[in-house]
Antibody, heavy 123, light 106 residues
Framework: QVQLVESGGGVVQTGRSLRLSCAAS????????LHWVRQAPGKGLEWAAA????????YYADSVKGRFSISRDTSKNTLYLQMNSLRAEDTAVYYC????????????????WGQGALVTVSS | SYELTQPPSVSVSPGETARITCSGD??????VHWYQQKSGQAPVLVIY???KRPSVIPERFSGSSSGTMATLTISGAHVEDEADYYC?????????FGRGTRLSVL
């Protein structure tokens, strides 16, 4: 069955970097666009980044553009989110989510989600 | 930037029909998807492409869309339907969630 498992969360100081991982099983990353969606404590969902199924296109929300980078390793079937120049407002649970339709750029909603990884940015 | 507007809260008694709306200028030409999120859990897809329901979602959940407004309807709400509900859509290069609606069933 499809599973997404995030790791790499933790407490980090303002201005530092952190990399999240999302290990996928039950399907190949090569066939689906993948997303990172975040949720600040007590707040709503915010789409953050997406990688098209063939990794040819990366998409970012304005709030993270220029600081975050999405990538994948198909040999490990793992998605990554490199987060640089972290700010207090980046504190959130970060979910990875699979695009609903295969072999698309990632505009179709999400069908499977991981359980999330908490990132806390503190001074 | 593109925005989707939802009411902050909706309250119904068990067995009543709950309706949660989502409005956005581009909804006439784009799909809406709906997610349920219970406290401390990851979101779950309950409606996709305006009206379609995943097979694992109870039949009491339905979706509709007309013009610039989409509606999630829960017919005969159960206590366990109490959760936050988010609409999601895309417009050009934007991917956007509504701010969420807290559904109380009590």
């Amino acid at each position: 069955q499809v599973q997404l498992v995030e790791s790499g969360g933790g407490v980090v100081q303002t201005g530092r970097s952190l990399r999240l991982s999302c290990a996928a099983s039950g399907f190949s990353l090569s066939n689906y666009a993948l997303h990172w969606v975040r949720q600040a404590p007590g707040k709503g969902l915010e789409w953050a980044a997406a990688l098209s199924f063939d990794a040819s296109n990366e998409y970012y929300a304005d709030s993270v553009k220029g600081r975050f980078s999405i990538s994948r390793d198909t040999s490990k079937n793992t998605l990554y989110l490199q987060m640089n120049s972290l700010r207090a407002e980046d504190t959130a649970v970060y979910y990875c989510a699979r695009d609903r339709l295969p072999r698309r750029d990632g505009y179709n909603g999400f069908d499977y989600w991981g359980q999330g990884a908490l990132v806390t940015v503190s001074s | 930037s593109y925005e989707l507007t939802q009411p902050p809260s909706v309250s119904v008694s068990p067995g009543e029909t709950a309706r949660i709306t989502c409005s956005g200028d581009a909804l006439e030409t784009t799909y809406v998807h709906w997610y349920q999120q219970k406290s401390g859990q990851a979101p779950v897809l309950v409606i996709y492409e305006d009206t379609k329901r995943p097979s694992v979602i109870p039949e009491r959940f339905s979706g509709s869309s007309s013009g610039t407004m989409a509606t999630l309807t829960i017919s005969g709400a159960h206590v366990e339907d109490e959760a936050d509900y988010y609409c999601y859509s895309t417009h050009r290069t934007s991917r956007v969630f509504g701010r969420g609606t807290r559904l109380s069933v009590l």
